[in-house]
């Protein structure tokens, strides 16, 4: 939608005449920066973490997996908080204010939780699985539940704020380069990361000396995630302020009374199409992280990789997947269509894990890399996909609690694919002796995921959700639903 033909209501509010500009590419790149912190943080808790807990300290994959995904287990927050920034503005504006405090948390946490997990794997070496290690995997747990909030009350908001700034002519665009920016984060964390982790070539077994671990890791997890701080308040500034349409849009902002979660909740619940979406988002992210929990130490029990190459193992998957975006964005989605392209990437993906369990099967570390590299351009063709779809399965007059919802089923379904895939891998490691075949029943169940993906968005009809989106919006703005 042009600026120009934005809707004219009429009432007293100034800001419903305003002329606001087009969001043009500088801008674009400069949201796109606060993904790259993300992408950065989730390599740090699922690569970094979760590599020196079972690799280097020898804490079981199960719990290991179960704290980590304890950040996605509180997702059902996601609703709460979008719905809070569609309604009540915080320091000023609708979602800037949640975005800088959320991400001011979450980039502290992550150092917390850092030491937790030298105190975890000092209790397990001196006194093994005893009542005090048990608490601190506990307090772990739920120092990554806080982690999770944190990061729920800023990513939310920061992804509806990508609706609020954006048109339908420019919104694929938007898609793509602050998508793009994400696996951007990845790769420079990767990179930066492998650099500071540097470890001697003859360490590549079980280190087991936490002093020299903490030495090594505790400048990262103060350096990082500091950068990442920066880059969060680099994104956002002026935008909101700038370039935000919500309150032109939206027939009931400023009348909070109107849009309490309840309400919301029935907007949201308003089209079968709704549940079909969400559970497809659901066995989607699943399929494509459930490999997360169990990637790099794939690398240091089959390959024999130190955590420096196993982190650098990101990189492949991140600059695949910043290919996929913006290939899909600029020549496959225009010729193919959303769900199209979304179907294409799924069938990608499973030639791509039949790579990755190749490569176990022959040991070839350059298979390895390049059936990761593969599977990051999957996941590129999926992203933009999945997040076109997403977008216009959302009602722009309750875009929060939308988005809350979107991001809700990627989240627990994150939180289950590091859950299962650590469970998985401990089951795989009881039954059989040779440690490919236990990874390979993962990365199996992966490639299962991704026809049950397929199944489902089939049924996907995006114009029966958007026609059920405006009768039950219509009805709010005329207060019959609480008759």
Known sequence: MATSDIPDFCDSRPDRHKPLPKLNLFTMFRLGLFQMGLGIMSLLTLGVLNRILIAELQVLPLIVAGAIAMHQFVS???????????????????????????????????????????QL??????????????????????????????????????????????????????????????????????????????????????????????????????????????????????????YSRYSSRSTVVEREDQITLGRALKILTASRQTGLFFSFLLVLTLSLFVQDAVIEPYGGEVFGMSISETTKLNAYFGMGTLFGIALTGFLVLPRLGKQRTTKLGCIFAIFCVGLIILAGATASQSLLKSGLLFFGLASGVLTAGATSLMLDLTATETAGTFIGAWGLAQSMSRALATVIGGAVLNVGKGTFNVPVLAYGTVFALQALGFILAIALLGRVNIKEFQDNAKVAIATIVQGDLDS
């Open 121 to 242: 794997g000092s209790s397990l070496q001196t006194t093994g699985w005893s009542f005090v290690t048990y608490s601190w995997a506990v307090l772990l747990a739920i120092i990554f539940a806080i982690y999770g909030l944190a990061l729920s009350a800023s990513s939310t908001p920061f992804a509806a704020l990508l609706v609020d700034v954006s048109d339908e002519d420019n919104r694929s665009q938007l898609i793509g380069v602050v998508w793009s920016m994400l696996m951007v984060g990845i790769v420079v964390g990767a990179i930066i990361s492998s650099r500071l982790l540097t470890t001697d070539p003859s360490q590549t077994a079980a280190i087991g000396n936490i002093a020299q671990l903490k030495a090594t890791v505790d400048p990262v997890f103060i350096i990082m995630p500091a950068l990442v701080f920066g880059l969060c308040l680099l994104a956002t500034i002026g935008v909101e302020k700038k």
């Open 76 to 118: 059902p927050t996601r609703i709460w908080f979008g719905q809070m920034s569609d309604a009540k503005k915080l320091l000023g504006y609708h979602r800037t204010g949640y975005v800088w405090i959320g991400a001011a948390l979450f980039t502290s946490i992550s150092f917390v939780a850092l030491q937790a997990v030298w």
